[in-house]
């Protein structure tokens, strides 16, 4: 997968116009340099959560983690490249996941239209949750609302309305994660990047699984 979001970046270096490049790097450095910790950490517990998937069906965390571990992934949405880089490598190996009792569980603030198009599009099957206006990313101490000056490099340079496509009245996203969850609803590993072109690779998340109690 890091060779795949390698080859992305540099595809992003390569196309996307430099003032829009300088704009959202200079928002990663400000979210690194920020003081702010970013997301829950090992050993806490996981917040509880429903959340509705793309058929309209309720999906709570605790009702799946009944069945075994999550991997619960946070993400940006369908219209990020790293993010559907990290899905679709995540969906190579959920045979594998699965055949050691795991699960896995991604979040994004789409809206559930989007969040079924990416799932028809990419033949994702697990479950693709919908968290409106990211009140789940935030209990997980994710969510950032963008400032004017990357808004407007959203809508002005790179032609996309983040809040339309969210179907929210806020330009609001999570810093990516990817969490490990027991079935003690202890989170047993985390890893937080306001860099969204990092990603847990996940044969780690695998190794992870293996390592539980």
């Known amino acids: 997968m890091n060779e795949q979001l390698e080859q992305t970046k540099a595809g992003f270096i390569a196309k996307v116009p430099e ?3 300088v704009n959202i790097f200079r928002h990663i450095q400000e979210q690194q340099q920020s003081g702010i910790v970013f997301g829950l950490n090992e050993g806490d517990r996981a917040p509880n959560f429903t959340l509705t998937n793309p058929l309209g069906e309720q999906i709570t965390l605790y009702d799946q983690l009944a069945n075994g571990p999550v991997i619960l992934i946070f993400y940006r949405g369908g219209w990020c490249p790293f993010c559907n880089v990290q899905l679709r490598a995540y969906q190579q190996l959920l045979p594998e996941i699965q055949k050691i009792g795991g699960q896995l569980m991604a979040v994004s603030p789409q809206s559930p239209d989007n969040s079924l198009s990416q799932m028809e599009k990419e033949q994702l099957t697990f ?5 409106p206006n990211g009140q789940v990313a935030d209990s997980y101490k994710l969510l950032f609302e ?47 990047d306001p860099d969204f072109m990092n990603r847990t690779e996940p044969q780690e998340m695998i190794n992870q699984l293996k390592r539980l109690d």
């Open 19 to 21: 003032m829009a490049q």
């Open 127 to 131: 479950h693709v949750l919908s968290d």
């Open 146 to 192: 963008l400032p004017a000056y990357l808004q407007n490099t959203f809508t002005g340079i790179l032609g996309r309305d983040l809040a339309k496509f969210n179907e929210s009245d806020r330009w609001l996203l999570p810093v990516p994660a990817t969490y490990l969850i027991d079935r003690q609803l202890i989170i047993r590993y985390a890893r937080v």
